[in-house]
Nanobody
Framework: QVQLVESGGGLVQAGGSLRLSCAAS????????MGWYRQTPGKQRASVATITGGGSTNYADSVKGRFTISRDNAKNTVYLQMNSLKPEDTAVYYCAAARGIHLYWGQGTQVTVSS
């Protein structure tokens, strides 16, 4: 079982930046896809950005051009660089890892963007 620990959330003003980190408990070479999702109260968890083992990325339309997902295989860590943050980006952000039929989640980190 892969354990994921997120960090880097916090409070930031609109227009600011944050970088989220997701550290995996084992090598991410064996993980097919890693990604970031976010959830606000009363809404379903939604994909923000994903990255495959080969480095292919995919972004939600709402974050394209502002967020960048990357992975450091040597550190077993995936990052989400978030720039030009907007109040509507406020959410709990979750890291996820998919390997075969298994999907693993981190505990989440709160991101709050003030206007």
């Amino acid at each position: 079982q892969v354990q994921l620990v997120e960090s880097g959330g916090g409070l930031v003003q609109a227009g600011g930046s944050l970088r989220l980190s997701c550290a995996a408990s084992e090598s991410i070479f064996s993980i097919d896809v890693m990604g970031w999702y976010r959830q606000t109260p009363g809404k379903q968890r939604a994909s923000v950005a994903t990255i495959t083992g080969g480095g292919s990325t995919n972004y939600a339309d709402s974050v394209k051009g502002r967020f960048t997902i990357s992975r450091d295989n040597a550190k077993n860590t995936v990052y989400l660089q978030m720039n030009s943050l907007k109040p509507e980006d406020t959410a709990v952000y979750y890291c996820a890892a998919a390997r075969g039929i298994h999907l693993y989640w981190g505990q989440g980190t709160q991101v709050t963007v003030s206007s």
